[in-house]
């Protein structure tokens, strides 16, 4: 499966964002899909899972009850909707795909890898 991560931008302190990540190939509803986050000068870090019909759910504690994740298996696409931003949520945002038997919570658990988008938060 290819993946192609958008909705990055310039936003202040407070905004909101929704990020997409669409999917190619006919076996997304099949994918676990998880959003990592990778800031300068730091390891890519788990944000966000949601399992393959989107009945359960995943976050950081350091994006809980701001940050929703959701997923159209119709259109092959999984989102991320990014409210009261921080300037520390500034980092390129990757959507991944998760076939394997590992945890969600690490990135080498995951097979497929879309090229990000980045996500500046202005104080």
């Known amino acids: 499966v290819q993946l192609q991560a958008s909705g990055g931008g310039l936003v202040q302190a407070g905004d909101s964002l929704r990020l997409s990540c669409a999917a190619s190939g006919r076996t997304f509803s099949s994918y676990r899909m998880g959003w990592f986050r990778q800031a300068p000068g730091k390891d890519r870090e788990f944000v966000s899972h949601?399992?393959?019909?989107?009945?359960?759910?995943y976050y950081a504690d350091s994006v809980k009850g701001r940050f929703t994740v959701s997923r159209d298996n119709a259109k092959n696409t999984v989102y991320l909707r990014m409210n009261s931003l921080k300037p520390e949520d500034t980092a390129v945002y990757y959507c991944?795909?998760?076939?394997?038997?590992?945890?969600?919570?690490?990135?080498?658990?995951?097979?497929?890898w879309g090229q990000g988008t980045l996500v500046t938060v202005s104080s």
């Open positions: 949601i399992s393959w019909n989107g009945g359960s759910t």
């Open positions: 991944a795909a998760h076939s394997s038997s590992g945890s969600y919570y690490y990135p080498a658990n995951y097979n497929y």
